[in-house]
């Protein structure tokens, strides 16, 4: 299903996304001078990495009409045993970097086999499996916090990828970069590869999918291998962008990325949906969790304020529907 374009080539919501991303931007900066400065902008971004992968990664179960909740504590826990084999084992970065990405992937195919294939609710399927990964970490690494390699030293320039610090001191947020790159690729693999236009249709109508011959449950687990995949990806960006990970982190965060998938546009009954959108309603998230503190509004008004924005979004969604 496609939206109407509007200007400059976005689609209607992503165009209104962005009008909103613009006036909240003005609204803080009028608000809190002290909003207006760098810092402030790097804070935004710094929140927006992994919020963005798991994101990225979550729309492919969105719009197969599922969910994955296993992906906040996925990546807390991802990112606790692979610094746990590079600091207390004695193993290279890569080995670590690997092993996040490795059990993510794991991990999403177990939610896949669960939901594709043995039929089992997306909801309780991944719910189970986000009890398991907020105790795989910890169990694993005996209940302690675990620092990665800092910037400097011989294992840690992967933090560089996310966060460069110059010789001068400043702080240079090149992961937006690799988040632009990633959301042009994998905007390009839903919306012009067989793996993207059948993920849309098993969310459209998966019984016509499957008597078009199409193998829906290949692709259907397929879905759920893309989303753990982001969040070991995910889990790379949280160990780079803090320096201590602690056991029981994470809970919360599929929340974030999943809110901001359902404000860029992506239908919570599956079958519409885009990956630009998805980016979108993340700034917006992690613009009012950066922002709202500089009004004077503290972190619990942060959650109000993204429950009555994720209500809002929703019946738009079914007003569309009903249209």
């Given at each position: 299903m496609a939206n109407k374009k509007s200007f400059g080539g976005l689609k209607v919501r992503e165009a209104m996304v962005l009008g909103i991303i613009v006036a909240m931007i003005i609204l803080f900066s009028i608000l809190s001078p002290?909003?207006?400065?760098?810092?402030?902008?790097v804070s935004v971004l710094d929140n927006s990495y992994y919020i963005t992968l798991m994101a990225l990664g979550v729309?492919?179960?969105?719009?197969?009409?599922?969910?994955d909740l296993s992906i906040g504590t996925g990546l807390a826990s991802y990112a606790l045993i692979g610094g746990f084999l590079v600091v207390q084992k004695g193993m290279p970065i890569g080995v670590g970097l690997l092993?996040?990405?490795?059990?993510?992937?794991?991990i999403g195919l177990f939610n896949g086999v669960l939901i594709a294939i043995m039929d089992l609710p997306p909801f309780l399927a991944t719910l189970c499996t986000c009890m398991i990964t907020r105790g795989l970490g910890p169990a694993l690494c005996g209940g302690f916090g675990v620092s990665w390699p800092s910037a400097i030293s011989s294992q840690g320039a992967f933090r560089n990828v996310f966060k460069f610090i110059a010789p001068n001191g400043m702080v240079v947020p090149v992961g937006i970069i690799s988040m632009l790159v990633l959301v042009a690729v994998m905007s390009f693999v839903l919306d012009h590869t067989r793996v993207g236009r059948y993920t849309i249709a098993i969310g459209s109508n998966k019984e016509a999918t499957r008597l078009a011959g199409v193998n829906i449950k290949?692709?259907?687990?397929?879905a759920y291998v893309i989303s753990g995949f982001f969040a070991g990806l995910a889990g790379i960006a949280y160990a780079s962008t803090y320096a201590t990970i602690y056991p029981g982190s994470g809970a919360g965060f599929e929340l974030d990325a999943i809110g901001g998938a359902i404000v860029g546009g992506v239908s919570a009954s599956g079958g519409v949906g885009t990956i630009l959108g998805s980016f979108l309603g993340v700034i917006v998230i992690c613009l009012m969790k950066v922002g709202l503190p500089f009004i004077g509004l503290q972190a619990n008004w942060q959650q109000i304020f993204t429950g009555i924005v994720l209500i809002v979004a929703v019946l738009i969604d079914v007003v569309k529907k009903k249209k």
């Open positions: 002290t909003f207006r400065t760098y810092p402030t902008l729309t492919f179960p969105l719009i197969t009409g599922g969910v092993a996040c990405i490795g059990i993510g992937v794991l290949f692709y259907h687990v397929l």
